[in-house]
């Protein structure tokens, strides 16, 4: 698709200065951009190298001044307005819909229009898909799946029994959605199965990376609140409830019963206890270990393996150490008085 930096600046809502009739139809890098394509500069190094740009057009904060032979549209954020116009300028290849004759379709079946189902798809009885729904080859999708309109299912996925995906869901490809949550009961040496009996709900506006797991419910749901993304390799245990526009970022695990807030970020390879509760807003840091709830807001990071009984003792005292080390500043200070000697904090 072609567009005039006119027409995108109208789409992006920024203001066009330069050429604005020139015709742009891709997107890329600003120091790899070519003529027909746009670009984006969002920070002082980037802005400073504009004048030797060969791109068409450049996204720009906002009362930027630029080279007068560099064509570019002010807007307030200039990557999310990138984000736009390469998603309009270069629209997502979607298969063309149809149903393979490779694919094996239960009883049941409810569809919408234009849905796409691939080679090597399976489909269990009791199924709805909604409209424009896509499934690339060998998804599975157990009795009495639901998926919503608009939902984008890469290849290898399996989505399982039950489950539930609301409007604009894409799910990256080799996720399992509704694998048993792990429940068990100890029997002496032994452990007793307890019965997995819920489901996953899923709902809209969220994006699933690559080769995560999202356990079914042992009652109820595992619950993923709408605007949700997750990067590749997260796992979402039992009976979780991820909160709206929720971030979990590589390698995050959540254990089993715990609530996530809203707009929390959850760092690479965080590791989250169960039955706690994380607040609204919450940043948690990279490899961080979170035991206990967290207020809104706040902003954590770290982590320890040890003994658990001096573990139980450390986390008691860390909270103390600032206070501990200013008392024992005060200390220092009153036995170098007492020998006569310097402020020791003089010497630091």
């Known amino acids: 698709m072609a567009l005039t930096v006119a027409e995108i600046a109208a789409e992006v809502g920024g203001e066009a200065v330069g050429e604005t009739g020139r015709l742009i139809s891709g997107a890329n890098a600003l120091e790899e951009a070519g003529p027909d394509q746009?670009?984006?500069?969002?920070?002082?190094?980037?802005?400073?190298?504009?004048?030797?740009?060969?791109?068409?057009?450049?996204?720009?904060?906002?009362?930027?001044?630029?080279p007068a032979a560099v064509t570019v549209i002010r807007v307030e954020n200039p990557r999310l307005a990138f984000a736009k116009a390469a998603t309009r300028l270069v629209p997502p290849n979607r298969p063309a819909p149809g149903t393979d004759p490779r694919a094996t379709i239960g009883d049941g079946l409810r569809c919408g229009e234009?849905?796409?189902?691939?080679?090597?798809?399976?489909?269990?009885?009791?199924?709805?898909?909604?409209?424009?729904?896509?499934?690339?080859?060998?998804?599975?999708?157990?009795?009495?799946?639901?998926?919503?309109?608009?939902?984008?299912?890469?290849?290898?996925?399996?989505?399982?029994?039950?489950?539930?995906?609301?409007?604009?869901?894409?799910?990256?490809?080799?996720?399992?959605?509704?694998?048993?949550?792990?429940?068990?009961?100890?029997?002496?040496?032994?452990?007793?199965?307890?019965?997995?009996?819920?489901?996953?709900?899923?709902?809209?506006?969220?994006?699933?990376?690559?080769?995560?797991?999202?356990?079914?419910?042992?009652?109820?749901?595992?619950?993923?609140?709408a605007g949700v993304k997750t990067d590749n390799l997260v796992h979402v245990a039992h009976n979780v409830t991820v909160g709206e526009n929720t971030l979990l970022v590589a390698q995050v695990g959540i254990a089993g019963s715990t609530t996530v807030g809203r707009n929390v970020i959850l760092a690479g390879q965080v590791g989250v206890n169960g039955h706690i509760r994380i607040g609204d807003r919450v940043i948690v840091g990279p490899q961080s270990g979170v035991a206990h709830s967290v207020e809104p807001g706040r902003v954590i990071t770290g982590s320890a393996a040890m003994d658990h009984r001096i573990w139980l003792r450390v986390q008691q005292i860390i909270p103390r150490l600032p206070e501990m080390a200013k008392k024992l500043r005060r200390i220092e200070k009153l036995m170098a008085q007492m020998a006569g000697q310097k402020d020791p904090d003089r010497n630091r």
């Open 114 to 225: 234009d849905v796409s189902i691939g080679a090597g798809v399976v489909i269990g009885t009791g199924v709805t898909l909604g409209r424009r729904v896509c499934l690339y080859p060998n998804v599975v999708l157990g009795d009495g799946v639901v998926l919503g309109d608009d939902v984008v299912v890469y290849p290898n996925v399996t989505i399982l029994d039950r489950c539930k995906i609301g409007n604009r869901v894409t799910i990256h490809a080799g996720t399992v959605i509704g694998s048993d949550g792990f429940g068990f009961v100890p029997r002496g040496d032994t452990y007793f199965k307890i019965p997995q009996l819920g489901i996953v709900q899923i709902d809209d506006d969220v994006e699933i990376g690559a080769n995560n797991t999202i356990d079914r419910a042992t009652f109820g749901r595992t619950w993923i609140r």
């Open 38 to 66: 746009i670009a984006f500069a969002d920070n002082p190094k980037a802005l400073e190298t504009i004048g030797s740009t060969s791109a068409g057009c450049v996204l720009v904060p906002e009362d930027t001044g630029v």
